[in-house]
């Protein structure tokens, strides 16, 4: 790493735009008083962090701007910026040339551009820090502060030390650290302290939260019990209720049918009782037996009134058959057979008949006929009249086999009559158990649908419907035991729920923000913790590794504060000792910012917790001397240079800038000045302000700055070989 250039515009003289190359390993500056040399240890100083005005030279930040001249007006803003070749990544960036600018404006905003990116004024001094360069140390000695080691106090020594050791960038990061630690532990009792104030009330809600937490449990119990059982129930209702609807439509279709049947049948039976044989020819047939019996009766008399007659006129002498008589008889014929006619169509009969009593009368009448001839007559007569019964007994054999036919018929029809009644009395018994088994069937739908109300109004006692249940297929069927058990499971959950009461949701509400807050706090507490033990890790690691570096160079440091002791003042005896500090002091609370502020001395906390301090002891030949403050100001120089050398040379920092330092120093003693920054110059570059010939011979690069007459800075560079 090298410092390559300074470039400065509006920086206090530099009102123009001045650029300085620093490719050699000494540049010295030189010019009269006044003309500005200084102005520009200044700007290097302020673009390294620096953040007091004093040690700037300015009583406020604007004196750094150009203030104008009679001969040329104010600059508005200052800008330095400070180009390293990092060819070598001495600064751990990816860079080949890393430049830094600093600006000011005179409204006040300030601004910090690390490779032209803004950049934060604690990143500057972290990046720096790095570097082993800073405002603290060594780095930049400025003018009359050629003592600064041997004026400084035993902590501002040690800072110096850490700064040029590296060890700065540790101190800063412990620093932090602290800071943070610090500002956890305060955070970390508000947490507590909140905590603490919720936990009583906290503790109150979860009680009554874990009440609620066991009803929601009852709830979900009560609600899954309630699927089984209504679920589980109406799945088999309906599982019933379903198997009933067919055995219905099946009964009815039957009956349907059989009543089909029955209708046929009975049509057939109705046929069948037309057909029975008419009953008034059975009447009339028998009107006309009856008949045919008294005409034969009637015959069969009268054949027995002929013979009688006959049989008297045969034992009577013809003389006195009483002619009278014979007529009152055959008048008695005639009107037998007159009465019977009115009853007997037997036509042939009533003609013979009275065929026969005409002849009777004609036989009287002529009363002269014997009486052989009358029974003749009568005899034919008889005889006749037997022809007739006997044509009527024909008639009645006649009528008795249509009779007996009739009686047949009669049988016959009854046999088809009592079969197609018999199948339509079957019909209808079939049809009447049907019937009976369609009534059990409706009876049995009635129950279930009994059943299914029963259980509507149980599911309705839960609040529930039915309808929520139906969608749901349950498991494999609980048995009748099953629902007993759950029933009486859900009556105790119901009651349990009765016990625990009404629901507060505000208290709800409550308890669960509560607990949020709680949660949240806890984790916050958890995550302060755990930081606080991070940090309190850090800060002893830091320690330690801060600790273990300066107390391992403290030891060269002193051998060659002592060496070049010894070169300067030609023998004597110097020593550095390591002083303890007093106990580490606690950052106040106004110092405990999450961000070092511009222009805020808070960095100076850093120090405060330090291991301790440096004393300076030394004895010079010839003299005996007690303490520092009896050191002339050449001596005070040449001890502080002495510091200075051993240093660099256990630790060389890549530049440093010193501002007529050797101006104490005699002639021999800026010669050895100016020898040993020749040597040093192999690791470290120099920017020199002396007005010593000797430390400008050993100068590569020589610039002489003047003062124009418009009262600005000029510079002119005289390149030496
Ligand atoms: P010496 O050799 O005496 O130490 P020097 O060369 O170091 O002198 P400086 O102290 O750098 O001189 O410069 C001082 C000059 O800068 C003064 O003339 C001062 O007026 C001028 N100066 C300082 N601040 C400003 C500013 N803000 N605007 C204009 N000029 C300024």
Known sequence: MRLKTLELVGFKSFAQKTVLDFTSGITA????????????????????????????????????????????????????TIVFDNSDHFFPVDYNEVSVTRKLAREGTSEYLLNEAPVRLKDIIDFFAQARLGTKGLTIVNQGNSDIFVKADPKERRVMVEEVLGLRQFQLKKHEAERKLFNTKINLDKVRAMLDEIMP???????????????????????????QYFGGRLFEITKDFQGLEPQIEKVNQESGIKNQELKQLNAELQKVEKSLPAGRQAAQKKLQLQGFLNKKSLLQKEIGRLEAQIEFLSSQPKSDIKGAEAIRLLEEVRQTLQKAAVENDLGILKTALRGLAEKIERLLASGTEDRGGKIKELEKTKTKILADLAAIDGELAELAKTEDKLAENLRGFNAVFKKA??????????????????????????????????????????????????????????????????????????????????????????????EGRYNFLSGQMADLDKASEDLTVLIKDLDEKIHAEFEGAFKSINEQFDRYFKLMFDGGKAHLKLIKDEPKSQPTSEEVVEEPVEDAADEDLGHKVDHGGLEVSVSIPRKKISGLDMLSGGERSLVSIAALFALISVSPPPFLVLDEVDAALDERNARRFADLIKDFAKKTQFLLVTHNRATMEVAEILYGITMGDDGTSRVLSLKLE
């Open 29 to 80: 500056v030189v010019g009269p008083n006044g003309s500005g040399k200084s102005n520009i240890i200044d700007a290097l100083r302020w673009i390294l962090g620096e953040r007091e005005a004093k040690n700037i030279r300015g009583a406020r930040a604007e004196d750094l701007i150009f203030a104008g001249t009679p001969q040329r007006p104010r600059s508005g803003m200052a800008q330095a």
């Open 201 to 227: 009330h906290l503790r109150l809600l979860r009680r009554q939260a874990s009440k609620w937490e066991k009803q929601a449990d009852v709830e979900k119990e009560l609600r899954q019990l309630e699927e």
């Open 421 to 514: 009644f018999e199948a339509a009395e079957a019909k209808k018994d079939e049809i009447q158990k049907l019937e009976n088994e369609k009534n059990k069937l409706l009876f049995d739908k009635e129950r279930v649908s009994i059943h299914r109300q029963e259980l509507e109004n149980l599911a309705m006692q839960s609040g529930r419907r039915l309808k929520e249940f139906e969608a749901l297929r349950p498991g494999l069927g609980q048995s009748p035991q099953d629902f007993a058990e759950i029933e009486k499971r859900m009556f105790k959950l119901r009651a349990e729920l009765a016990g625990i009461g009404e629901l507060d949701p505000a208290l709800i509400k409550e308890a669960q923000e509560t």
